[in-house]
């Protein structure tokens, strides 16, 4: 027997603002909405091919660098295309001590989260 990631679960000030913006970025809608928290995930809902993210409001900002982050890959345009894309959604480049280099794009959500675009294009799901 073994698991398999269901759902990823993130801390934000504002659950609302990060739906938007983590559904335009990953072609995800909101699946449920409780007092506190929204849940985001492919139109096929809970239990598919893809996690679901939950996005719990927390008042206390989090301290200290986060210890998990989330890639990402474009699925239908090249990634110059979708890091102008990105951009214009409300991501911000972020530096984690990058050389410049490097294959990817380092990113934060709107809240600062730190995600990857990387630089492999997926087919869709």
Known sequence: MACRISELVLGCRDPE?????????????????????????????????????????RDEPETGKARLHIDVNATDRDQDAELERLLGL??????????????????????GNEFCLLRARLDRL
Do not use: Y
Not at 42 to 56: A, K, M, N
């Open 17 to 57: 603002v990060l739906a938007r913006f983590w559904c335009e970025v990953l072609d995800f809608v909101v699946l449920d909405r409780e007092e506190d928290c929204v849940e985001i995930g492919p139109r096929e809902g809970f239990g598919g091919l893809q996690p679901t993210i939950i996005l719990s409001r």
């Open 90 to 111: 409300g991501a911000r480049p972020a530096d984690v001590g990058q050389s410049g280099e490097e294959s990817w794009h380092v990113l934060a959500d709107p809240e």
